[in-house]
């Protein structure tokens, strides 16, 4: 299994500028989500989703959309980039079952926004 | 905001025990206690998780209080590699549908 992918790897975009971070999971889980991470700051969410078809905001979620239409993918757009969007981004799958919900994190997204 | 609270920096010698502090002040009786670390620039990495007892996995061991109100990661022969970020979350009904409240975490060095 390859886990959580995520591409690109790095991004540099220019204000205003819209693009989508990809993130895949081979595992079948069905919880799928999104942080990003400022320096020295721990991880906040941005969206996140319960199965195909179903996501919802987190604490942190404007400036972004979310889609999911299968259980592998779950990518997240940025409509308009603002410097303040400069962060990594970090995607997420877990799965619940037996009191355990470990979540399987993907190696990032660094996005500079100019 | 984070429900947990921590110190944010501890420093441990290579082959020592590396104990890590989280206070719980407002868990409640159906949260579990969920550790995660982050080593340099890559993802949060699970370590261990418990709800009333202690628990001990091949990474680490975990101690609650019996009133729950503070959990310590235990670490038993620290190595570099442990050189880390580590993160004591409490998660409800023991799944968190993918959402997960971080704190800044206790950035945790491990010296030779």
């Known amino acids: 299994n390859a886990g959580v992918t995520q591409t690109p790897k790095f991004q540099v975009l220019k204000t205003g500028q819209s693009m989508t971070l990809q993130c895949a999971q081979d595992?079948?889980?069905?919880?799928m989500s999104w942080y990003r991470q400022d320096p020295g700051m721990g991880l906040r969410l941005i969206h996140y989703?319960?199965?195909?078809?179903?996501?919802d905001q987190g604490e942190v979620p404007n400036g972004y959309n979310v889609s999911r239409s299968t259980t592998e993918d779950f990518p997240l757009r940025l409509l308009s980039a603002a410097p303040s969007q400069t962060s990594v981004y970090f995607c997420?799958?877990?799965?619940?079952?037996?009191?355990?919900?470990?979540?399987?994190f993907g190696p990032g997204t660094r996005l500079t926004v100019l | 905001d984070a429900k947990t609270t921590q110190p944010p920096s501890m420093d441990c010698a290579e082959g020592r025990a590396a104990n890590l502090p989280c206070n719980h002040s407002?868990?409640?009786?159906?949260?579990?206690v969920y550790w995660y670390r982050q080593i340099h620039s890559q993802g949060p990495q699970y370590i261990i998780h418990g709800l009333k007892n202690n628990e001990t996995n091949e990474m680490a061991s975990l101690i609650i209080t019996e009133d729950r109100k503070s959990s310590t990661l235990i670490l038993p022969h620290a190595t570099l590699r442990d050189t880390a970020v580590y993160y004591c979350?409490?998660?409800?009904?023991?799944?968190?549908?993918?959402?997960?409240?971080f704190g800044q975490g206790t950035i945790l060095t491990v010296h030779p």
């Open positions: 595992m079948n889980h069905e919880y």
């Open positions: 997420a799958s877990s799965y619940f079952g037996a009191s355990t919900d470990t979540q399987y």
């Open positions: 979350i409490d998660v409800p009904g023991g799944t968190s549908y993918g959402k997960l409240t």
């Open positions: 989703s319960v199965g195909a078809g179903i996501t």
């Open positions: 407002t868990i409640s009786g159906n949260e579990y």
